[in-house]
Nanobody, 127 residues
Framework: QVQMAESGGGLVQAGGSLRLACAAS????????IGWFRQAPGKEREFIAV????????YYAESVKGRFTISRDNAKNTVYLQMNSLKPEDTAIYYC????????????????????WGQGTQVTVSS
């Protein structure tokens, strides 16, 4: 049974850092890209970052480029999102999900191409 479980959220002051974790089970992250998304109250779900199935390619939304870093630990079957220089506008529920297509050649930022969404983890950045 495929499952994704996010953790690591919390309350942090602007300028601070958090590291989110996405623990995958029921499949290997070496076969599917893993994406991070977020949703703020009253807003649509937004793409944040993705790491390709081979770990060789990462892609970020412009809003987080240079501040967030996506990485993974194959041994733990876990993907991380290191978030630095956090801003109040980063406040949202953060989700990870698996690309529907295994071994996709080009990463996608379209949330409809992702499945097995986790329950999310709340990130709150105070000003």
């Amino acid at each position: 049974q495929v499952q994704m479980a996010e953790s690591g959220g919390g309350l942090v002051q602007a300028g601070g850092s958090l590291r989110l974790a996405c623990a995958a089970s029921g499949f290997t992250i070496r076969s599917n890209a893993i994406g991070w998304f977020r949703q703020a109250p009253g807003k649509e779900r937004e793409f944040i970052a993705v790491i390709k199935w081979n770990g060789g390619t990462t892609y970020y939304a412009e809003s987080v480029k240079g501040r967030f870093t996506i990485s993974r630990d194959n041994a733990k079957n876990t993907v991380y999102l290191q978030m630095n220089s956090l801003k109040p506008e980063d406040t949202a529920i953060y989700y990870c999900a698996r690309d529907r297509a295994a071994f996709r050649s080009v990463v996608t930022t379209n949330s409809r191409e992702y499945e097995y969404w986790g329950q999310g983890t709340q990130v709150t950045v105070s000003s």
